[in-house]
């Protein structure tokens, strides 16, 4: 079994940061590509940032610039640092994970809220 638990969320003002973490729990299994995707009230689920396991990065365009993913193999984790936050960053945030535990399959984490004050 493979969970994802996300840490990290909150309320901030415009122009701040916040940082979220995701670690995958269990054993027996690898990871290729990780993830952070957002959902905010009434849109969908739209793709922030990812990660292969070798480290090459892909952003959305709204984001270049101010966020930056991470990832620590040892520990099965990915990160989301977030600079220069605004209003419209504001949604729930999911780690994703392409794990390999058999054969291949997509893993979510709870989500974790971002909230930003204007």
């Known amino acids: 079994q493979v969970q994802l638990v996300e840490s990290g969320g909150g309320l901030v003002q415009a122009g701040g940061s916040l940082r979220l973490s995701c670690a995958a729990s269990g054993s027996g299994f690898s990871i290729n590509a990780m993830g952070w995707y957002r959902q905010a009230p009434g849109k969908q689920r739209e793709l922030v940032a990812t990660i292969t396991s070798g480290g090459s990065t892909r952003y959305t365009d709204s984001v270049k610039g101010r966020f930056t993913i991470s990832r620590d193999n040892a520990k099965n984790a990915v990160y989301l640092q977030m600079n220069s936050l605004k209003p419209e960053d504001a949604a729930v945030y999911y780690c994703?994970?392409?794990?390999?535990?058999?054969?291949?399959?997509?893993?979510w984490g709870q989500g974790t809220q971002v909230t930003v004050s204007s």
């Open positions: 994703n994970a392409q794990v390999v535990f058999g054969v291949l399959r997509d893993y």
